[in-house]
């Protein structure tokens, strides 16, 4: 197995292990906060497990930089350095913006579902406050999908 073969495998594991682990940690942070405020206010179920669910597109991002690149062609024995720089680098940016991501859109999520269940009308609110964060991973998946092009 070649140098660069290692930097793409290594870049892709990043990619997909840090997406996925900043998921399971937000949505981990939106399900308690809403455990909790079902005690309080159990009619807004739906609101919960939709802000709950928000921040598992971070862990989706990374498959899907992961299958854009899969898909791209050029991973093969005879790819350059370079070529797996570039993979490394792009799965390192997007599992690392996703990791974090997600994590911070977990707080905004989980302060607003403690709200919901406090009584206060904050649904709409809290979604648009915690697309921010997203943006961000929006943005290096982008990147992720222009380096593939360019490779």
């Not at 961000?136 to 998946?141: D, G, K, L, S």
């Amino acid at each position: 197995m070649t140098f660069a073969l290692i930097l793409t495998y290594v870049g892709l594991a990043l990619m997909i292990g840090l997406a996925g682990i900043g998921s399971a940690y937000g949505v981990t942070m939106g399900g308690n906060a809403a455990i909790g405020s079902l005690k309080k206010n159990d009619e807004a179920f739906g609101n919960y497990m939709l802000l709950s669910a928000l921040p598992g597109t971070q862990g989706l991002y990374g498959f899907a930089g992961f299958f854009v690149i899969n898909n791209s062609g050029v991973i093969s024995p005879d790819m350059t350095i370079l070529q797996g720089a570039a993979i490394f680098g792009a799965g390192l940016a997007l599992g690392l913006v996703a990791l974090f991501s997600a994590i911070r859109q977990g707080s905004i999520c989980a302060n607003g579902i403690a709200a919901i269940g406090s009584g206060y009308d904050v649904f709409g609110k809290t979604m648009i406050l915690a697309v921010f964060p997203e943006l961000y991973a929006i943005v290096a998946f982008a990147a992720t999908f222009l380096i593939s092009t360019g490779l």
